[in-house]
Nanobody, 128 residues
Framework: QVQVVESGGGLVQTGGSLRLSCTAS????????MGWFRQAPGKEREGVSCITRRLGKEDYADSVKGRFTISRDNAKNTTYLEMNSLKPEDTARYYCAAFGSQWKLITCPLTGAPYNSWGQGTQVTVSS
């Protein structure tokens, strides 16, 4: 059973920064992906960023490219999302998710379907 736990949300002013952390326990596959998603009230869930374990391949939503940076510490099964130059439209509940693979992955998806382990989410609020 994979368990995913996020932390690090909060309230920040426009232009500020936050770092989210996510630890996944129980991932025992040849490779895996950890991803960040967000959902604002009344909006659909959006894939924000993802990263593979073995090759460290990353991807970002266009809306966050150049402002957000994903990284991971494989020894700790932890991924981080560094969010800079935050905007009010970044306000959302941020979820971390993970899935394992029996193959080495050369890319990671920003769609939610492959992810089968989800955290409870952490709120990020950016005030204007």
């Amino acid at each position: 059973q994979v368990q995913v736990v996020e932390s690090g949300g909060g309230l920040v002013q426009t232009g500020g920064s936050l770092r989210l952390s996510c630890t996944a326990s129980g991932l025992t596959f040849d490779d895996d992906v950890m991803g960040w998603f967000r959902q604002a009230p009344g909006k659909e869930r959006e894939g924000v960023s993802c990263i593979t374990r073995r090759l460290g391949k990353e991807d970002y939503a266009d809306s966050v490219k150049g402002r957000f940076t994903i990284s991971r510490d494989n020894a700790k099964n932890t991924t981080y999302l560094e969010m800079n130059s935050l905007k009010p439209e970044d306000t959302a509940r941020y979820y971390c998710a993970a899935f394992g693979s029996q193959w080495k992955l050369i890319t990671c998806p920003l769609t939610g379907a492959p992810y089968n382990s989800w955290g409870q989410g952490t709120q990020v609020t950016v005030s204007s």
